[in-house]
């Protein structure tokens, strides 16, 4: 345990995506709200060039020491927040001394509630404050982005971190990835319940990382610069062009999704939580079928929701290959809700799910 002169502590939530799934590094929409859970960070300055990191969450890992100057990758949790500091001196920003962080929170790691995003937004923002730096909301977010991508090595989109910084309470964000474009849109009374399956994912396996690969040679023979600037009646007068059977149904998936995520924002602004409901039922069978991220757990979670009496919709959420699924249900079905899909769960896998609402 860490122990040093705290200066300042702040608070950064995880997020669950309603519906956009992998649409954000194609260029498209995404249309996530944070959850009441996050990662807090206490920290103070340093009078020389060293980083001391602590998780209350990682006790086995340890006191972790980085020389600020030339700060190694240790393969562990601190290597996130590391990361950031990697970028924002890749940046142009650089910390006038070193720092201790001490990090705890109660989102569950590896569940597609976007942990990593949470550490590394909160650590851009206890830095900007600790040292003074000028960077606003949006900058911190890319540099959260740029340092998965180029130093932790998972090529992801943009989403997680401007979530985790822009949410607002109430409120789902409909943001443009191409552009950074946004819109808060009320949650008009939904009631969104979350349930993680307990089966970790790796969002640097290459499994993930292989879908945007996929994604970006779909565009290459469509010669466009990304699958979301083209809407479902370009792709489908353009689809023969893709050759490779798997990266047309990459790219099936990249589309409609994104024309899904568009509808549904427009869905939840008029109230109307049944058809938002459909919208995210056909997500995860595309996500199921053509992007092939979802597991035989969300699978059956998803399928145990969906036949339940006031579940609007129910679909995977994250990266996929484990971690949790988003429904959107009738309030006074929530406990009918949990203890169908607890009872699913359990005969199927031997083990219940979690539920966060």
Not at 77 to 92: E, R
Not at 291 to 299: G, I, L, N, Q
Request: glycine share 10%.
């Amino acid at each position: 345990m860490l122990n040093f002169k705290n200066e300042i502590t702040r608070f950064a939530p995880g997020r669950v995506n309603l519906i956009g799934e992998h649409t954000d590094y194609n260029g498209g929409y995404v249309f996530p709200c944070t959850v009441n859970m996050g990662i807090h960070c206490s920290a103070g300055r340093r009078n020389d060039r060293k980083l001391r990191l602590y998780s209350e969450n990682f006790p086995q890992d340890g006191e972790r020491e980085y020389d600020l100057d030339d700060p190694v990758m240790q393969g562990c949790w601190s290597d996130y927040p590391v990361s950031v500091i990697k970028a924002l001196a890749a940046f142009g920003y650089r910390l006038e001394s070193g720092a201790d962080m001490l990090f705890s929170g109660d989102l569950p790691y590896g569940a597609g509630l976007s942990s990593s995003a949470a550490i590394e937004v909160l650590t851009g923002a206890v830095l900007r404050e600790l040292f003074g730096l000028p960077l606003t909301d949006q900058l911190i977010a890319i540099a959260g982005q740029f340092a998965e991508n180029r130093f932790i090595g998972v090529n992801c989109g943009i989403m997680d971190q401007f979530a985790s910084i822009m949410g607002r309470e109430g409120c789902a964000v409909l943001l443009n990835s191409h552009t950074l474009e946004y819109e808060y849109v009320p949650l008009n009374g939904a009631c969104i319940v979350v349930v993680n399956s307990g089966v970790r994912h790796s969002l640097a396996s290459s499994e993930y990382n292989r879908r945007r690969q996929e994604c970006e040679a779909a565009a290459g023979m469509l010669n466009v610069t990304s699958l979301c600037s083209l809407s479902p009646d370009e792709f489908e007068a353009r689809k023969h062009l893709i050759t490779d059977p798997v990266c047309l149904k990459r790219a099936r998936h990249a589309v409609y999704e994104n024309q899904r995520t568009i509808t549904a924002a427009g869905m939840l602004r008029q109230g109307d939580l049944k058809s938002f409901g459909r919208l995210m039922n056909e997500s995860h069978a595309s996500l199921r079928d053509d992007y092939e991220v979802s597991c035989a757990e969300t699978d059956l979670l998803v399928q145990a929701a969906q036949s339940v009496s006031g579940v609007y919709g129910a679909r995977m959420t994250g990266g996929g290959f484990g971690g949790c699924t988003v429904n959107l249900i009738e309030p006074s079905a929530v406990p009918e809700f949990t203890s169908a899909v607890s009872k699913a769960y359990y005969e199927r896998f031997n083990r219940l799910p979690s539920f966060y609402r």
